[in-house]
C-alpha cells in the first residue's frame, strides 16, 4: 500500500544528528588547542562506549540495531558527555557515565525519543555525585601550569592510572574556573582580586572561553541551519544575564558580571546543543521559553548558591523534568479556534 | 494593492507544474465505451431514469438528484446504454458502485440544449437549473454547486475563486484559466448574482503568470469588477480555509463554514461549468485532467466524463516502468485500485508513478519531537502529540488536540525527518472515533428504547391493576345488588356467562395439552 503525501523532504533523524555533532566540531578544536588532545581520546572512548550500549541494550529490547545505531543520537550523548567529564579522568570514569547514560536514561525508557531526561545530563549526575573526587581534576589550560603531560603519559594514566615519577595529579589539574570563584569568595576575597589569577582569561576562563566561543559559533550555525528554534538559546542566555546581572549590579564585589557566567562552565554548550534536545525540551515555542528561563534560572542558584561547581546539568534534569506540564499549558490556538467568541 | 495575509506553516515541495503546461489542452478522442458512474458528488447517490437498451443522447439526464444534497448524472455522448451495474470506481475503498455503461454511437448528437440568461430568473430557479445540469465542485470535493449557493439569510461579502492549485504535479486549472478565462469570469459574474456577492476575488498563486494574465484580460473585456491576486506558493494555499486567510485576514472558525463569516469559494472550473450550463445549456459532460508524472507526454486532456482512465494514460504514454496510478496531486491524492476506472467530476490528475520518481518511503524511526511537523501545520496543530495520542489510542485527548481540524494535508508528513505516515495515524484516529460515536448512539437509542419499554410494562401492569380494582368494585356492588332476588332473565344471563367460561377453559387447556404433544412429537423427531 502506497500512502499520500508520496513525496518528502530529503531530510532524516541521523542527518540531523550529524549536523549538530558537527557544531560542536569547532569548540572541540579549541577545546584541543587550548587543553591539548586528551579530549579526543574521552570523545572516542564514549563514543566507543555509547555504540556498543546501544547494540546491546537494542539486541535485550529485541529492536532493530543497525537504523539505531546509524542514527548518531548516541554518539551525540556521548560527545556532549565527553564534553562534560575532566579530560585526564581514568577510563571507566567515562565508560561508567555513558553506558548509564545510554542503558539507564535512554533505552530503559523506551530509546530513541522516549526519554524524558537528557541522558548526557543524566550520565554527568550520576558521575558527579557517585565521583565527585575524580570529576574536579580539570586539566589545566596549556602554559599555565610547570608540569605538563605529554600525550602518551596522558594515554597512561587515563588507561593505567599511572603518573611519571615525581608528578602529582594536583600539579597538573586544577578546579575549573566556576569553583575557583566560588572557593575563593568563600575566603573573603573579592570579584575583582579573584579575576586577576592566571586562570582567568578576557571574560571567563582562560582557555575555557575561547572553547565557549567555538561552541557559539556552532550554535549560531544550528540556529542557521534550523536544526534549533531561537526560543531556548534566547531565552536562556538572556535571562541568565538578566539574574547575574542584577546581582553584579547590587553587588559587583560578590557577584561576578554576567558574560563571565556566559563563558563559564557549560552555559553556551547547554543553551545551544543540550536544553534544545528535542526529545527532552517542550514542543511549544512558548514553552521553550518558559523552559529555558527556568533552566536559566536554576543555573544561576546553583552556581552562586549551590554546592556543585556548574548548575546546567541539574537545571536542566530539573526542567526535563516539568516539560509535559509546560506544554500542556502552552498550547498554542488552533486555527478556526483564535477568537475568544 | 490588496494587504495580504498569511496562515501559520506551509511547505515548497518541489511543482512538478511546468512538464504539462508546454502544450494546449487536447481534446481526448471518444472512446469506445463509457462507463458513468451515478455517485459522483458528495451527498446522495442520484437515481437512473434510464434503462438497459435505451438510446440517450449527448447531454441527455441518466441520473436524477434524489436528495437535498445531490446532484444530477449526464450521458457524456450519444450511444445505447448496454449496462447498469456495479463496476469499479476510483475510490479508496475499491468497493464497485452504480455505474451506466455507455457504448457511444460515435455521432456525438445533443439532446435540445437551452441557454439562459441568469438574470432573468430567481436564485431557486438558477439553483435548480445547476443541479439538474450536475454542476458540482471541480476542486476535488465534488460537492453541489447548488446547495453552496443556498445561503439563507446569511449575506455574502466576497466571492473567492480558488485558482490557487497549490498541489504539485496538477495543471488543469492553470490550463482552464489560461485557455479560457473569458468562461470562467463569466461563470463567476453568475455566481456573484446567485450570491449577491459585493466583491469577487480570483486567489491564485504566483508561479502561474499567463493564468492571472489571461484572467485580468478577460475581467478587463468583460468590464467587469473582479480582482485577480496573485497569492504566494505555498502549499496548501489552495485550501479554502488557508485560501481565504489569506485574501481576506478571516479564520473560517472551527467547525463552522465560510458563510458563517461571509465568504464562499468556488474552484475556478466550476465557475466555466457554471458558465457552460446557464449560457450555453450544456450540463457537465467533461473536465480537464492532467496526465503527468512518469509519461512521454505530459498533458491536459479534456476527457468526458466516464472514459476509462487507462484510455487516458495510454494518451500520456506511459513509460515501462510505471508501477503505479495516482489520481490527484502527490500530497492528497489517492492511488488507483486499477487502471480500469472510469473518470468522474472530481478526477483532475493523474499521476502515473515510479520507483524513480516516488522512491519508497523510508523506515519510519521514532518521533523525536523535532517540531517541523508543528512549523509546516497550516491549521496551528501539534502534529506530533495528535500521532502520540492516535498511536496509543487515547482517542478523547486527540479530539481535545483538535484532531477534528486537521484538514489531512500532508504537510507535517512531508517534512517528518522521521518518515511518519502521520496523516494515515490521524484518518485512523478519526475514523475510530467516528465509528465510536456511531456505536454510541445506537447504543443510546437501544438504551431509550430499553426504558421506553419498561416504562410500558410497568404502565400496563398499572392499567390492569386498575381495571382489577375497578371490577372488584363492581362485583362488591353486584354483590349488595344480588341481595335483592335475581330477575330470571338475569339468572338465564349468568348461566349462559359461566357456560361460556368453561368453554373458554376448556379451549385454552386442550390448547395446552396440544402444544406439550407437539413438542414431545418434535423432540422425539428429533
Same mark, same amino acid.
Given at each position: 500500500?502506497?500512502?499520500?503525501?508520496?513525496?518528502?523532504?530529503?531530510?532524516?533523524?541521523?542527518?540531523?544528528?550529524?549536523?549538530?555533532?558537527?557544531?560542536?566540531?569547532?569548540?572541540?578544536?579549541?577545546?584541543?588547542?587550548?587543553?591539548?588532545?586528551?579530549?579526543?581520546?574521552?570523545?572516542?572512548?564514549?563514543?566507543?562506549?555509547?555504540?556498543?550500549?546501544?547494540?546491546?541494550?537494542?539486541?535485550?529490547?529485541?529492536?532493530?540495531?543497525?537504523?539505531?545505531?546509524?542514527?548518531?543520537?548516541?554518539?551525540?550523548?556521548?560527545?556532549?558527555?565527553?564534553?562534560?567529564?575532566?579530560?585526564?579522568?581514568?577510563?571507566?570514569?567515562?565508560?561508567?557515565?555513558?553506558?548509564?547514560?545510554?542503558?539507564?536514561?535512554?533505552?530503559?525508557?523506551?530509546?530513541?525519543?522516549?526519554?524524558?531526561?537528557?541522558?548526557?545530563?543524566?550520565?554527568?549526575?550520576?558521575?558527579?555525585?557517585?565521583?565527585?573526587?575524580?570529576?574536579?581534576?580539570?586539566?589545566?589550560?596549556?602554559?599555565?601550569?610547570?608540569?605538563?603531560?605529554?600525550?602518551?603519559?596522558?594515554?597512561?594514566?587515563?588507561?593505567?592510572?599511572?603518573?611519571?615519577?615525581?608528578?602529582?595529579?594536583?600539579?597538573?589539574?586544577?578546579?575549573?574556573?566556576?569553583?575557583?570563584?566560588?572557593?575563593?569568595?568563600?575566603?573573603?576575597?573579592?570579584?575583582?582580586?579573584?579575576?586577576?589569577?592566571?586562570?582567568?582569561?578576557?571574560?571567563?576562563?582562560?582557555?575555557?572561553?575561547?572553547?565557549?566561543?567555538?561552541?557559539?559559533?556552532?550554535?549560531?550555525?544550528?540556529l542557521a541551519a534550523r536544526i534549533i528554534s531561537w526560543h531556548i538559546p534566547v531565552a536562556y542566555l538572556g535571562t541568565l544575564f538578566v539574574i547575574a546581572g542584577i546581582f553584579h549590579l547590587v553587588d559587583p564585589t560578590h557577584y561576578v558580571a554576567p558574560l563571565f557566567h556566559w563563558f563559564s562552565g557549560a552555559a553556551i554548550l547547554g543553551a545551544f546543543f543540550i536544553l534544545t534536545d528535542p526529545v527532552s525540551s517542550p514542543t511549544t515555542n512558548k514553552g521553550r521559553l518558559i523552559f529555558a528561563a527556568g533552566a536559566a534560572f536554576l543555573t544561576y542558584m546553583i552556581r552562586t548558591f549551590g554546592g556543585f561547581p556548574d548548575g546546567v546539568a541539574f537545571a536542566t534534569l530539573l526542567m526535563n523534568i516539568s516539560v509535559p506540564l509546560i506544554v500542556l499549558y502552552t498550547q498554542p490556538k488552533v486555527f478556526g479556534k483564535k477568537d475568544k467568541s | 494593492m490588496r494587504k495580504l495575509n498569511h496562515f501559520h506553516g506551509g511547505i515548497h515541495p518541489p511543482s512538478n507544474k511546468t512538464q504539462s503546461t508546454q502544450v494546449a489542452i487536447a481534446h481526448a478522442p471518444l472512446p469506445?465505451?463509457?462507463?458513468?458512474?451515478?455517485?459522483?458528488?458528495?451527498?446522495?447517490?442520484?437515481?437512473?431514469?434510464?434503462?438497459?437498451?435505451?438510446?440517450?443522447?449527448?447531454?441527455?439526464?441518466?441520473?436524477?438528484?434524489?436528495?437535498?444534497?445531490?446532484?444530477?448524472?449526464?450521458?457524456?455522448?450519444?450511444?445505447?446504454?448496454?449496462?447498469?451495474?456495479?463496476?469499479?470506481?476510483?475510490?479508496?475503498?475499491?468497493?464497485?458502485?452504480?455505474?451506466?455503461?455507455?457504448?457511444?454511437?460515435?455521432?456525438?448528437?445533443?439532446?435540445?440544449?437551452?441557454?439562459?440568461?441568469?438574470?432573468?430568473?430567481?436564485?431557486?430557479?438558477?439553483?435548480?437549473?445547476?443541479?439538474?445540469?450536475?454542476?458540482?465542485?471541480?476542486?476535488?470535493?465534488?460537492?453541489?454547486?447548488?446547495?453552496?449557493?443556498?445561503?439563507?439569510?446569511?449575506?455574502?461579502?466576497?466571492?473567492?475563486?480558488?485558482?490557487?492549485?497549490?498541489?504539485?504535479?496538477?495543471?488543469?486549472?492553470?490550463?482552464?484559466?489560461?485557455?479560457?478565462?473569458?468562461?470562467?469570469?463569466?461563470?463567476?459574474?453568475?455566481?456573484?448574482?446567485?450570491?449577491?456577492?459585493?466583491?469577487?476575488?480570483?486567489?491564485?498563486?504566483?508561479?502561474?503568470?499567463?493564468?492571472?494574465?489571461?484572467?485580468?484580460?478577460?475581467?478587463?473585456?468583460?468590464?467587469?469588477?473582479?480582482?485577480?491576486?496573485?497569492?504566494?506558493?505555498?502549499?496548501?494555499?489552495?485550501?479554502?480555509?488557508?485560501?481565504?486567510?489569506?485574501?481576506?485576514?478571516?479564520?473560517?472558525?472551527?467547525?463552522?463554514?465560510?458563510?458563517?463569516?461571509?465568504?464562499?469559494?468556488?474552484?475556478?472550473?466550476?465557475?466555466?461549468?457554471?458558465?457552460?450550463?446557464?449560457?450555453?445549456?450544456?450540463?457537465?459532460?467533461?473536465?480537464?485532467?492532467?496526465?503527468?508524472?512518469?509519461?512521454?507526454?505530459?498533458?491536459?486532456?479534456?476527457?468526458?466524463?466516464?472514459?476509462?482512465?487507462?484510455?487516458?494514460?495510454?494518451?500520456?504514454?506511459?513509460?515501462?516502468?510505471?508501477?503505479?496510478?495516482?489520481?490527484?496531486?502527490?500530497?492528497?491524492?489517492?492511488?488507483?485500485?486499477?487502471?480500469?476506472?472510469?473518470?468522474?467530476?472530481?478526477?483532475?490528475?493523474?499521476?502515473?508513478?515510479?520507483?524513480?520518481?516516488?522512491?519508497?518511503?523510508?523506515?519510519?524511526?521514532? @518521533? $523525536?519531537? %523535532?517540531?517541523? /511537523?508543528?512549523?509546516? *501545520? #497550516?491549521?496551528?496543530?501539534?502534529?506530533?502529540?495528535? =500521532?502520540? !495520542? &492516535?498511536?496509543?489510542?487515547?482517542?478523547?485527548?486527540?479530539?481535545?488536540?483538535?484532531?477534528?481540524? @486537521? $484538514?489531512? %494535508?500532508?504537510? /507535517?508528513?512531508?517534512? *517528518? #525527518?522521521?518518515?511518519?505516515?502521520?496523516?494515515?495515524? =490521524?484518518? !485512523? &484516529?478519526?475514523?475510530?472515533?467516528?465509528?465510536?460515536?456511531?456505536?454510541?448512539?445506537?447504543?443510546?437509542?437501544?438504551?431509550?428504547?430499553?426504558?421506553?419499554?419498561?416504562?410500558?410494562?410497568?404502565?400496563?401492569?398499572?392499567?390492569?391493576?386498575?381495571?382489577?380494582?375497578?371490577?372488584?368494585?363492581?362485583?362488591?356492588?353486584?354483590?349488595?345488588?344480588?341481595?335483592?332476588?335475581?330477575?330470571?332473565?338475569?339468572?338465564?344471563?349468568?348461566?349462559?356467562?359461566?357456560?361460556?367460561?368453561?368453554?373458554?377453559?376448556?379451549?385454552?387447556?386442550?390448547?395446552?395439552?396440544?402444544?406439550?404433544?407437539?413438542?414431545?412429537?418434535?423432540?422425539?423427531?428429533?
Amino acid at each position: 500500500m502506497i500512502f499520500t503525501p508520496l513525496i518528502s523532504k530529503p531530510d532524516s533523524v541521523s542527518a540531523i544528528m550529524l549536523k549538530v555533532l558537527l557544531a560542536l566540531l569547532p569548540g572541540i578544536a579549541m577545546y584541543v588547542w587550548y587543553f591539548g588532545p586528551a579530549i579526543l581520546v574521552s570523545i572516542t572512548l564514549a563514543s566507543i562506549t555509547a555504540l556498543s550500549t546501544e547494540a546491546l541494550m537494542l539486541k535485550l529490547r529485541r529492536r532493530p540495531i543497525a537504523p539505531f545505531l546509524k542514527d548518531n543520537s548516541a554518539l551525540l550523548t556521548a560527545w556532549l558527555l565527553a564534553l562534560s567529564i575532566p579530560p585526564l579522568a581514568p577510563w571507566w570514569l567515562v565508560v561508567v557515565g555513558t553506558a548509564f547514560a545510554i542503558a539507564i536514561a535512554k533505552q530503559l525508557y523506551g530509546g530513541l525519543g522516549n526519554n524524558p531526561f537528557n541522558p548526557a545530563m543524566v550520565g554527568y549526575a550520576v558521575l558527579i555525585i557517585s565521583f565527585p573526587m575524580q570529576m574536579t581534576h580539570w586539566l589545566a589550560p596549556q602554559g599555565l601550569v610547570l608540569t605538563e603531560l605529554s600525550f602518551t603519559q596522558q594515554l597512561d594514566y587515563i588507561f593505567q592510572g599511572v603518573l611519571p615519577h615525581s608528578v602529582t595529579l594536583d600539579a597538573l589539574t586544577m578546579a575549573t574556573p566556576l569553583d575557583t570563584l566560588k572557593t575563593h569568595l568563600h575566603l573573603d576575597e573579592s570579584v575583582q582580586q579573584i579575576l586577576n589569577m592566571t586562570i582567568y582569561g578576557q571574560i571567563g576562563g582562560h582557555g575555557s572561553e575561547m572553547a565557549a566561543w567555538g561552541f557559539l559559533f556552532g550554535g549560531l550555525y544550528l540556529l542557521a541551519a534550523r536544526i534549533i528554534s531561537w526560543h531556548i538559546p534566547v531565552a536562556y542566555l538572556g535571562t541568565l544575564f538578566v539574574i547575574a546581572g542584577i546581582f553584579h549590579l547590587v553587588d559587583p564585589t560578590h557577584y561576578v558580571a554576567p558574560l563571565f557566567h556566559w563563558f563559564s562552565g557549560a552555559a553556551i554548550l547547554g543553551a545551544f546543543f543540550i536544553l534544545t534536545d528535542p526529545v527532552s525540551s517542550p514542543t511549544t515555542n512558548k514553552g521553550r521559553l518558559i523552559f529555558a528561563a527556568g533552566a536559566a534560572f536554576l543555573t544561576y542558584m546553583i552556581r552562586t548558591f549551590g554546592g556543585f561547581p556548574d548548575g546546567v546539568a541539574f537545571a536542566t534534569l530539573l526542567m526535563n523534568i516539568s516539560v509535559p506540564l509546560i506544554v500542556l499549558y502552552t498550547q498554542p490556538k488552533v486555527f478556526g479556534k483564535k477568537d475568544k467568541s | 494593492m490588496r494587504k495580504l495575509n498569511h496562515f501559520h506553516g506551509g511547505i515548497h515541495p518541489p511543482s512538478n507544474k511546468t512538464q504539462s503546461t508546454q502544450v494546449a489542452i487536447a481534446h481526448a478522442p471518444l472512446p469506445s465505451k463509457l462507463i458513468v458512474p451515478f455517485h459522483q458528488h458528495a451527498g446522495e447517490i442520484a437515481k437512473p431514469v434510464v434503462q438497459v437498451g435505451d438510446h440517450v443522447l449527448k447531454g441527455q439526464l441518466i441520473g436524477m438528484p434524489d436528495g437535498f444534497v445531490s446532484s444530477a448524472v449526464h450521458a457524456p455522448t450519444s450511444g445505447t446504454i448496454t449496462a447498469i451495474d456495479l463496476q469499479l470506481i476510483a475510490h479508496p475503498s475499491g468497493l464497485p458502485n452504480l455505474c451506466a455503461t455507455l457504448i457511444p454511437d460515435g455521432k456525438d448528437e445533443w439532446v435540445e440544449r437551452k441557454a439562459v440568461d441568469y438574470r432573468d430568473h430567481s436564485q431557486p430557479e438558477l439553483q435548480q437549473l445547476l443541479r439538474m445540469n450536475g454542476v458540482v465542485g471541480l476542486g476535488g470535493a465534488a460537492f453541489p454547486s447548488d446547495v453552496k449557493l443556498r445561503i439563507g439569510k446569511q449575506k455574502i461579502k466576497t466571492l473567492i475563486l480558488n485558482g490557487a492549485e497549490c498541489e504539485p504535479y496538477i495543471t488543469c486549472d492553470d490550463m482552464l484559466m489560461r485557455e479560457r478565462a473569458n468562461e470562467i469570469v463569466q461563470g463567476a459574474q453568475m455566481l456573484r448574482f446567485m450570491l449577491d456577492a459585493d466583491e469577487v476575488l480570483y486567489g491564485v498563486e504566483d508561479n502561474k503568470p499567463e493564468a492571472i494574465a489571461a484572467l485580468q484580460q478577460a475581467i478587463k473585456e468583460s468590464n467587469l469588477n473582479h480582482d485577480v491576486v496573485a497569492i504566494p506558493t505555498v502549499y496548501p494555499g489552495g485550501s479554502a480555509k488557508q485560501l481565504i486567510r489569506v485574501l481576506t485576514g478571516l479564520e473560517v472558525p472551527s467547525g463552522k463554514l465560510p458563510t458563517d463569516i461571509g465568504v464562499q469559494c468556488f474552484n475556478v472550473a466550476t465557475a466555466y461549468s457554471v458558465c457552460r450550463a446557464l449560457a450555453h445549456g450544456e450540463p457537465l459532460l467533461s473536465r480537464i485532467i492532467t496526465i503527468t508524472g512518469n509519461v512521454r507526454r505530459a498533458q491536459n486532456f479534456e476527457a468526458l466524463i466516464g472514459t476509462p482512465i487507462d484510455y487516458l494514460v495510454a494518451l500520456g504514454e506511459a513509460l515501462s516502468d510505471t508501477d503505479g496510478y495516482i489520481m490527484g496531486g502527490p500530497m492528497m491524492g489517492i492511488p488507483l485500485p486499477s487502471v480500469h476506472v472510469p473518470v468522474v467530476k472530481a478526477t483532475n490528475c493523474i499521476i502515473a508513478t515510479s520507483a524513480k520518481l516516488f522512491p519508497q518511503p523510508q523506515p519510519s524511526m521514532p @518521533c $523525536i519531537r %523535532c517540531t517541523r /511537523c508543528v512549523e509546516a *501545520c #497550516p491549521a496551528d496543530l501539534q502534529p506530533q502529540d495528535l =500521532y502520540w !495520542f &492516535a498511536q496509543s489510542k487515547e482517542f478523547g485527548k486527540a479530539q481535545k488536540f483538535s484532531l477534528f481540524d @486537521c $484538514i489531512e %494535508c500532508g504537510a /507535517c508528513s512531508y517534512v *517528518c #525527518p522521521s518518515h511518519i505516515p502521520l496523516v494515515q495515524y =490521524y484518518r !485512523f &484516529a478519526k475514523s475510530e472515533i467516528r465509528a465510536r460515536e456511531h456505536d454510541k448512539q445506537l447504543a443510546d437509542q437501544a438504551r431509550v428504547r430499553h426504558e421506553f419499554r419498561e416504562h410500558r410494562f410497568e404502565r400496563e401492569k398499572q392499567e390492569k391493576a386498575d381495571k382489577l380494582a375497578a371490577r372488584e368494585a363492581a362485583a362488591q356492588a353486584a354483590k349488595l345488588a344480588s341481595t335483592q332476588p335475581l330477575t330470571p332473565q338475569q339468572l338465564a344471563e349468568q348461566a349462559d356467562l359461566e357456560a361460556r367460561r368453561e368453554h373458554i377453559r376448556e379451549v385454552a387447556q386442550s390448547s395446552v395439552e396440544n402444544t406439550a404433544v407437539e413438542n414431545t412429537t418434535e423432540r422425539t423427531g428429533n
